[in-house]
């Protein structure tokens, strides 16, 4: 190995163990990654920010655009609408929300289209008294297979098409995905909808989701005691409300102290704090019959007299949301002490810290109180999914019609040529916003930038495994322990490799290491890097094993109550049916010897 494979080869060990490590943020673990290869001299500095420019970053970022027209048009709330006009049987209901949210994923980013089908599947959860764990990790593992069927779908398809129109000068067609996806995406949902959800634990089926959205003894909770409740002078042992099966005292502090256990003999005071366990239904008893008020809530919400009424809603952190790695105070700032925290979940650990001393992660679910006419707009601001349906737009009416029109045109466009996909699509935005269907700040505001720095800084990098010769050396190693007789056992490897990576790390960043090594492998041995990238492609998308995988995974961990362990029990046996499935359609519809 000369000095550079050396030096790119360490610079990515790093970042692949800083991506599944977690601790950075993955696009600051790209930049840094980014400006170590420079630094060492790996990319020349000059080239060391044409990734922004690159086609794969601006068409990932259009479609993220187009995902929040076609939502601001009323195109899914159209869909729920029909939903709601027929009775469904649990497992018809399963199979509709998931063929519905696979179809969405097709077309639009799949991360936005589980976003947007969330809601709808809490309520009808509820509605139908359905555990909320039946229903969602099905419909997270829908959007993932939806995103492989289509070009736009998601953005590893994105990236190798990209990175082909590089090497052979041609780029994939937005439908060239779909002879291997479309089998893959219904093989999957069959699964999924007759066997995949029985394999989820039963201690997650158990509670009626009619009754509670989430573990009780993962809700927590903060009261007050306020002057004249009639608890005050009274042993914890007599108090009738902590006779509740439902309700979990967890500690008490003072106002300005640390929450801390007390025995049942201790004598609650005025303005004690009681940190509890307790579903949102338990609390509002506490606070009709009791001289209670939820902390938060009364201390901290700003309120205009006779204006507003306030409301209690449910959100989960998302990804990219700036609540992430931050505590109350910042949420207080950011949302101009318009919502209060009232309560927290997380991903089925026991927490037991004030909530003031919490700082948010990705898939915590909050339930936060605000104004009922400006709750939505916050939750936007915060990066929250809601889990309840929220008012719909009242400043924008709907214009499913033009909305489709112009995405439908768009597509044709790109697939006769007329103008290249990126081009289609900025097209697309700017009509969106000339017809008023998105608004220029949402622009800024639904583009996922966090993607956009992965991509644009990791281009590079993985163009630096190429200029070093460093995909040849690693082909070389590969075929060397695999050896040439078998391409197809190379291919399955390929596949299996690409599927374990992106379980761990993002799926972009999957998709652009192990396309160059892809195709280097396809031309060390003679064979069609068609197949090659196409299994990179179907890999980089499969991330079932885990909550971290993908961000679909991790926003249904939350609301779900599911544990890390929960993923791989469903994921698992998906992963080797789609393994059986897409070798052989590979090889037919991509031989490895072309025609």
């Known amino acids: 190995m000369s000095t550079n494979q050396i030096l790119i080869s360490g610079i990515l060990f790093i970042a692949l163990i800083l991506f599944a490590w977690g601790r950075w943020r993955y696009d600051f673990v790209a930049m840094f990654s980014l400006l170590l290869s420079v630094l060492v001299g790996v990319v020349p500095e000059n080239e ?9 970053v601006v068409t990932v970022a259009a479609v993220l655009i187009i995902s929040q027209g076609l939502q601001n048009a009323g195109v899914v709330g159209l869909i729920s609408e029909q939903i709601k006009r027929f009775s469904f049987r649990p497992v018809a209901l399963l199979a509709a929300l998931t063929l519905i949210v696979t179809i969405l994923s097709a077309f639009m980013n799949n991360v936005g289209a589980l976003a947007l089908m969330l809601p709808i599947t809490m309520v009808a959860a509820k509605e139908y008294d359905i555990p909320p764990a039946r229903l969602l990790m099905p419909l997270a593992f829908g959007s993932i297979l939806g995103g492989l069927t289509t070009l736009i779908g998601t953005p590893p398809n994105i990236i190798i098409s990209a990175y082909r129109a590089e090497i052979t000068g ?8 779909s002879p291997v996806g479309i089998p893959v995406a219904i093989m999957g949902v069959l ?22 959205l989430f573990e009780i003894n993962n809700y927590l909770t903060e009261i007050q005691v306020k002057k004249g409740c009639e608890c005050i002078g009274k042993r914890l042992y007599e108090l009738a409300i902590l006779k509740n099966e439902n309700i979990e005292l967890v500690g008490v502090a003072r106002p300005r102290g640390y929450a801390r256990n007390v025995s049942n003999i201790y004598m609650v005071k005025e303005e004690d704090i009681f940190i509890i366990r307790a579903d949102p239904t338990e609390i509002k008893p506490l606070l009709d019959n009791h001289n209670f008020e939820l902390l938060n809530t009364a201390t901290h919400i700003y309120k205009e007299p006779d204006k507003h009424s306030t409301i209690l809603m449910e959100g989960v952190v998302a990804q990219d949301s700036p609540l992430v790695n931050r505590d109350i105070r910042y949420l207080r700032r950011l949302s101009g002490r318009s919502v209060a925290l009232v309560g927290l979940a997380r991903k089925g650990t026991k927490v037991v810290q004030r909530l003031r001393r919490q700082s948010f992660n990705t898939g915590d679910v909050l339930l936060l109180q605000g104004h009922e006419e400006t709750i939505d707009e ?8 809601p889990l309840a349906q929220r008012p719909l737009d009242l400043d924008r009416s709907r214009k499913v019609g033009i909305a489709l029109s112009v995405f439908i045109t768009a597509i044709i466009l790109a697939m006769t040529n007329l103008a290249s996909l990126p081009i289609s699509f900025i097209l697309a935005v700017m009509v969106y916003v000339l017809s008023g269907i998105i608004r ?19 281009i590079p990098v993985g163009h630096a495994l190429e200029t070093t010769k460093t995909t040849l050396w690693l082909t070389d190693t590969l075929l060397a322990f695999m050896g040439t007789d078998s391409p197809i056992a190379v291919l399955t490897l390929i596949l299996i490799v690409t599927m374990l990576l992106s379980s761990v790390v993002n799926n972009a960043a999957t998709a652009l290491l192990m396309a160059p090594i892809g195709v280097a492998t396809a031309e060390t041995m003679g064979v069609n890097i068609d197949a090659f990238l196409m ?27 599911y544990q890390f362990g929960d993923y791989w029990r469903m994921g698992l046996p998906l992963e080797i049916l789609i393994i059986c499935i897409t070798i052989p359609l590979v090889l037919w519809i991509w031989p490895l010897v072309p025609q």
């Not at 299994?535 to 109550?561: D, E, K, W």
Request: aromatic fraction near 12%; hydrophobic fraction near 55%.
């Open 48 to 56: 060391a920010f044409n990734g922004f420019g690159h086609p794969a």
């Open 170 to 177: 041609d780029a994939y067609t937005m439908f060239a995905f």
């Open 191 to 212: 699964f999924l909808v007759v066997v995949g959800w029985r394999l989820i634990p039963k201690q997650r089926m158990l509670k009626n989701a009619s009754l509670n």
């Open 378 to 385: 916050q939750f936007t601001q915060l990066g929250l999914l």
């Open 440 to 458: 220029v700040r949402e622009i800024y505001e639904q583009i996922d930038w966090a993607i956009i720095i992965l991509l644009a800084a990791m």
């Open 535 to 561: 299994v990179i492609a179907v890999g980089a998308s499969c991330a079932f094993l885990t909550p971290v995988g993908h961000q679909s995974n991790t926003l249904v961990m939350g609301p779900g109550g």
